[in-house]
């Protein structure tokens, strides 16, 4: 089973988190299931930039982003080259490091 390696953030999870996940398991969801309290304004239907994440070791094992994931995240707060939006991951076999930024910007509703 793949594991999921969260990093310390100071509101969300100043602890850290590593957890195991099923194979085909989306990320913000499983982030969600294990208590992490990602922002995820959209209901994850990839209509804003709030459960923007930034993968730290993994990214590239992962399937590509689709161009509207790309166009969001062009939006987001603190982009990476490695800037995912977590609802738009699903976890194969790959472990991942996800860190989650100090900020978000909810563009959906705050019209920026």
């Not at 100071?10 to 957890?19: M, R």
């Not at 930039?49 to 509207?68: A, P, Q, S, W």
């Amino acid at each position: 089973m793949p594991r999921i390696k969260v990093l310390p953030h100071s509101q969300i999870c100043p602890e850290g988190a590593e957890f195991e996940v099923e194979k085909n398991s989306n990320l913000c969801q499983s982030l969600l299931e294990h208590g992490i309290k990602i922002e995820h304004a959209c209901d994850m239907s990839c209509a804003c930039t709030t459960c923007h994440v930034i993968i730290r070791k993994g990214f590239y094992e992962l399937e590509e982003m689709n161009d509207v994931e790309a166009d969001l995240l062009d939006r987001a707060w603190g982009l990476e080259p490695e800037s995912r939006l977590s609802c738009q991951v699903n976890i194969e076999e790959e472990d991942l490091e996800v860190e989650i930024p100090k900020y978000t910007i909810n563009h959906a509703s705050e019209n920026h």
